[in-house]
């Protein structure tokens, strides 16, 4: 039997093993670079939708960079907890975590305009939904009854479908150029940069292997960059202004932005809690399943759980934006087959030292907002394309078309007729207080709260005429892949 050079089979199985340190260096780095630009992203669009992100204008804009260089810092921090471990705290598994998108559409609704002056509430918010996070591993085997795929799946795609107007505004030029009615928002030069990076992303995604296809995003968007360079639309002069202004070394600022309690940030990230938490169990699942071949241990999951909480938590104090496991570098350890959990830790120590370096931050700030917008175009297409295929687990007979269909309408409606009311407008939620409005806003809460309500409440069969009065004639007979599976 041959063996490969970075071990024997059961070697690369064994989350313990450490690889020759002149492969791990490089594998650990391959796990930065799948995750790279999707761990920065949340933060600038946070800072944009506050009012000092790309393009803006604003005397805060280099907050953004210390948002940049604790998405990075905590994710590699967060990370150590999952893979070196603590007490009961952390899963002894290769799991890279990162800043996670599906709190982004509640994070949103919490800054939206106020600048500095809405991080206060933000922070605090995602400190304390760390603490319940954590203490969710108590409980986690407990509740995922209550989250099936009808539920999570529906969530997943309500999240993507909150971001995909984002990457279509950042593409055509970014905010701050809309909101003057600026005519170059939209224009050829805006288009074509986004354009160049999402057709080099799906280039490398369907026609290379390895590495170039997993790190695809970042050289779609390392392309769009230079295009930007050659075309003049990018300036040499913003690099290397921006390189020289921003610090060679940085340490975290504890409550930096000072505290302050908001009922809906606090209900929104610990309502959001549940959801990230049944996302770590199914990494955690993925990891043991595809690198090891068996089914996670009780205690694998609840130390995963912790990790998450926790590291959501400490980063809050700072600056770092809620963390999660990574679903990417699930699929990154099943195609290089190394379940080495030191490997991971590499990779988690790489994004420490970049999170203490401030001018790695000042270089992603120079990413032109249209060659970001093309990545994220693609990043939250695939968010809304991972939701679909949960829901492909689900039997759809009458009742869950109907949960679905409840759920999906008042949720997704909220969702649009909030984005499309003008700030200081009048809007569907005006007449409940400010906490349930924001929250409301968001329309995944009220969404995920339909959909679990309704799936414990429901008899398990709705009769056939049950749905034809208000289907239209489109009821639908399909019942799932899994349940197609299933049958005889």
């Not at 169990?281 to 089914?295: L, P």
Request: proline residues 6%; charged residues 10%; aromatic residues 8%.
């Amino acid at each position: 039997m041959t063996h490969s050079p970075l071990g024997t089979p059961d070697q690369l199985r064994d989350p313990d093993y450490m690889p020759p340190l002149w492969t791990a260096i490089p594998l650990g780095i391959q796990h930065v670079l799948a995750m790279f630009v999707a761990n920065v992203t949340p933060a600038i669009i946070v800072a944009g939708a506050a009012g000092f992100g790309f393009g803006s204008n604003s005397p805060d804009l280099p907050e953004l960079l210390y948002l940049i260089q604790m998405s990075m810092l905590f994710a590699g921090v967060a990370t150590l907890f999952q893979t070196v471990t603590f007490g009961p705290v952390g899963a002894a598994l290769p799991i890279v975590q990162g800043t996670s998108f599906a709190f982004i559409p509640i994070m949103i609704p919490l800054v939206a305009g106020k600048g500095v002056d809405g991080l206060a509430a933000l922070f605090t918010g995602v400190f304390l939904g760390g603490l319940f996070h954590a203490a969710l591993g108590l409980v986690i085997g407990r509740i995922r009854f209550a989250l099936p795929p009808l539920v999570t799946g529906l969530v997943v795609t309500m999240i993507g479908l909150a971001l995909v107007k984002v990457g279509i505004e950042y593409a055509a030029g970014g905010v701050p150029l809309k909101a003057q009615g600026a005519a170059a928002y939209g224009d050829w030069s805006s288009w074509s940069a986004a354009l160049i990076v999402i057709v080099v992303t799906l280039g490398l995604k369907f026609f290379a292997r390895g590495m170039l296809s997993v790190s695809a995003v970042l050289i779609g968007i390392m392309v769009g960059y230079g295009y930007c360079l050659v075309t003049g639309k990018l300036p040499v002069e913003a690099i290397t202004g921006s390189w020289q202004n921003a610090a060679t070394f940085a340490l975290p600022m504890p409550f930096k932005y000072g505290i302050e309690i908001s009922v809906a940030a606090i209900i929104g990230f610990c309502l959001m809690a549940f959801v990230s938490a049944v996302e770590t169990v199914g990494d955690v699942s993925g990891i043991t399943k595809g690198g090891a071949g068996r089914e996670a241990t009780d205690r694998e999951i609840k130390g995963a759980t912790y990790a998450d909480g926790l590291g959501t938590a400490i980063g809050g104090v700072f600056g770092g934006l809620p963390n999660t496991s990574f679903s990417q570098n699930v699929g990154l350890i099943a195609m290089t087959g190394v379940m080495s959990r030191h490997v991971v830790t590499i990779g988690a120590v790489f994004l420490i030292l970049c999170g203490l370096v401030p001018k790695i931050g000042g270089l992603i700030r120079t990413i032109p907002i249209e060659v970001l917008g093309g990545g994220v175009i693609v990043m939250f297409g695939m968010v809304v394309a991972a939701g679909i295929s949960m829901l492909s687990d689900v039997d759809w007979n009458r009742r869950n078309m109907v949960i679905f269909a409840v759920a999906l309408s008042v949720g997704l409606g909220l969702q649009l007729e909030a984005m499309g009311t003008a700030p200081g407008g009048v809007d569907a939620l005006q007449h409940l207080p400010e906490t349930l409005r924001v929250l409301g806003a968001s329309g995944i809460l009220p969404a995920a709260l339909i959909a679990i309500v309704l799936n414990l409440a429901l008899p398990e069969e709705l009769a056939a005429e049950a749905t034809e009065e208000v289907s239209g004639g489109l009821s639908g007979h399909g019942q799932g892949l899994r349940a197609r599976e299933d049958r005889p």
